[in-house]
Structure formats: C-alpha cells, structure tokens
C-alpha cells in the first residue's frame, strides 16, 4: 500500500516500481479507482475485482 498527498507521485512510483522490479507482471493487480469503468463498484462486493482478474488470468 502507498500512501500520500495528491500530485506526490504516488501512481507514478508505483508503476515505475511494478516495471523495473516485479518479473512476472501477472502477479500484480493495479488498479486506479478513478476510472470511470469501475464507478459502479459497491464496497460491499470487493470480491468482484479478484474475481474478474483471476477470470482473466488464471488458468
């Protein structure tokens, strides 16, 4: 988890720590809930998000 201020950098450490650091890239979930796909994802279903990831990805 990574935690600050707006404009710090926040997302850009990350990714840039998930590209020069992470090697199998299908380990990793990011997501930016300021997406506007993801606007009607309610707190009380969290397991959507592992589900349609696992969907995705895991045989």
Do not use: W
């Not at 992470?22 to 589900?51: M, N, W």
């Amino acid at each position: 988890m990574l935690i600050g201020i707006r404009r710090a950098g926040k997302s850009t450490h990350l990714k840039d720590f998930l590209t020069n650091s992470v090697s199998d890239k299908t380990l990793v979930c990011y997501l930016d809930f300021a997406d506007d796909r993801l606007v009607d994802l309610q707190h009380e279903e969290p397991g959507q998000i592992t589900d349609a990831y696992y969907q995705l990805h895991v045989i």
